[in-house]
């Protein structure tokens, strides 16, 4: 499976970005996904998470509220809508998928690239 991420960028504390992540090679549906980031300095952690078939979400406790996890199974993307944006939120996110019903942990089967989100004041 190949997991493009797409969406990062530079955006002011307070703003809004939209991460995506499209899944090819791979039955998408067939995989419970997440959302997960790296800053400098700092071990890779877990944002959010989606069960394969999106009826269940969970969300570290520092973005609940703020980010909302999503996926289409039919387009084989999964989303992370992040609002009101704060400092501590800059890292690079990636996008994970692992051949069970739902996530767990911080380990994967398959990883894309990352894409860098940088908030900024």
């Known amino acids: 499976v190949q997991l493009v991420e797409s969406g990062g960028g530079l955006v002011q504390v307070g703003g809004s970005l939209r991460l995506s992540c499209a899944a090819s090679?791979?039955?998408?549906?067939?995989?419970?996904a997440a959302w997960l980031r790296q800053a400098p300095g700092k071990e890779r952690e877990f944002v959010a998470s989606?069960?394969?078939?999106?009826?269940?979400?969970y969300y570290r406790n520092s973005v609940k509220g703020r980010f909302t996890v999503s996926r289409d199974n039919a387009k084989d993307a999964m989303y992370l809508q992040m609002n009101n944006l704060k400092h501590e939120d800059t890292a690079v996110y990636y996008c994970?998928?692992?051949?069970?019903?739902?996530?767990?942990?911080?380990?994967?089967?398959?990883w894309g690239q990352g894409t860098q989100v940088t908030v900024s004041s």
């Open positions: 994970a998928v692992r051949s069970a019903a739902t996530w767990i942990g911080v380990n994967g089967d398959y």
């Open positions: 090679g791979g039955t998408f549906s067939s995989y419970a």
């Open positions: 989606i069960s394969r078939n999106g009826d269940a979400a």
